[in-house]
DNA sequence: CACTACATACATACTGGTCGGTATGTTGCT
DNA sequence: AGCAACATACCGACCAGTATGTATGTAGTG
């Protein structure tokens, strides 16, 4: 991912402020996503850029600023994007939510890495409060978005009446990242798989009897 | 935690090789839990137990074989008494079960900590394939003790004869870690406290309609 | 429009501290 | 005596961070 590649067409672009900053923080996103954050060498991000110290330093304050900025400008758009925006579609949460859940990727890094989220948050929450109140915030805007959508599932009759939004919303959290967390560790597809089958099973509970077709 | 803590009433006891080593794992264990297994700190583990490092490197290998220790014979034991024991006495699986996920620690610093076994998982499977295999063995035996108890169950007829006994306990771990990573991020235990009553709500569905009282 | 001046955007070389690991010495137990 | 069970001192690699130098874009002035 070397600095030239979306550059002008104009031969070697030397100075695009943007850029850097935008590939140092996509291969700073690998790199922690691959090796987890203290374990994340700034020299391994500076090889993958082609950029040098001296700039990393001049558009970050350091190694935690960085990954402060990881989880603002990656994590919580990439939550934004899967997740809050498909459900903000007028359709049925429900099976929104299971189209979501089923387009999970199951490639062999991805089953391997884990959930980015989770993985930041399992690491960092409990050693750099910082990073958990971040973190903290992009899991907040996720359970909050899933159970608005889960509301407005009831107000249209799609959404059984009898379960509480927020903890439901929840739940689906919990049991998503278990499996993801869960397959990680088994390093199989299958485990992801059979998750993703029990969730959507799981789902499909909670629409009232007799309600949209799947 | 001082070695002479347990030693024997005779004064000042110098050699006690056993006691050294066990010592040296349950204290590598409390710091492995606090600051991870990367960032856990060799002295921080001396500091605590008042032993050497000439000691610690005559029981263990180094830090990877004192980390593979902790998960065989910490780890892998809380497991056992926590979960498998209680699962083979004759009574209701799913009581059980309820009983084991009602005594989960709701102390800060256990809500803080999260869960050892995942955490570990969570950060040492993806670097280190020795790790990974000892903790996907810890995994496996805890979803295998589960499924048995709840095949048990079956034919004693106290749990749905409809549900698939392996998916039904890789969902149960998957819920259950994963609310113990929500409730370790948000640092609230209104968050586990949550997360185990509807832990508690599906485990009950799992049972036969008319079945044994809660 | 040319020329300067300054802030921005980098590049390079080095440092200081941390920490796992080791080499080697010493003491207690049988 | 001799091996097991420690204790002490030290090393060297790694790595975030910094000091300092350099080139580029750009705004302001006559």
Redesign the interface.
């Known amino acids: 991912m070397l600095l030239r590649k979306h550059s002008k067409p104009s031969a070697k672009r030397q100075r695009n402020p943007k850029h850097t900053r935008e590939c140092l923080l996509q291969a700073a996103f690998q790199e922690v996503y ?3 954050f ?2 994340a060498g700034l020299d391994t991000i500076l090889a993958a850029t082609g950029v040098t110290k001296g700039a990393l330093y001049y558009h970050f304050d350091g190694k935690e600023a960085l990954g402060h900025a990881i989880v603002d400008e990656v994590i919580a758009v990439m939550t934004r994007d899967k997740w809050l925006l498909p459900l903000l579609g007028g359709g049925d949460p429900i099976e929104t939510l299971i189209n979501i859940v089923r387009a999970t990727s199951l490639r062999p890094e991805a089953v ?3 959930c980015p989220l ?2 930041l ?3 960092m ?3 750099d409060e910082k990073f ?1 109140k971040r ?2 915030r992009v ?1 907040q805007v996720w359970q909050e978005g899933i159970a608005t959508a889960l509301r407005r599932g009831q107000t249209q009759g799609t959404v059984r009446r009898d379960l509480d939004p927020d ?1 439901t919303s ?2 689906l ?7 993801i ?2 397959a ?4 199989d597809v299958n ?1 992801l798989k ?2 993703i ?2 969730i959507v099973g799981w789902l499909r509970s909670l629409r009232v009897p007799g309600s949209s077709t799947d």
Chains 1, 2 share one sequence.
């Open positions: 691959k090796s987890g203290q374990s391997r890495g884990g989770n993985n948050a399992q690491e929450s409990p050693l958990r973190l903290a899991f903890e929840s739940f959290i919990a049991v998503y990242e278990g499996y967390s869960l990680k560790n088994a390093q485990v059979a998750g089958r029990n």
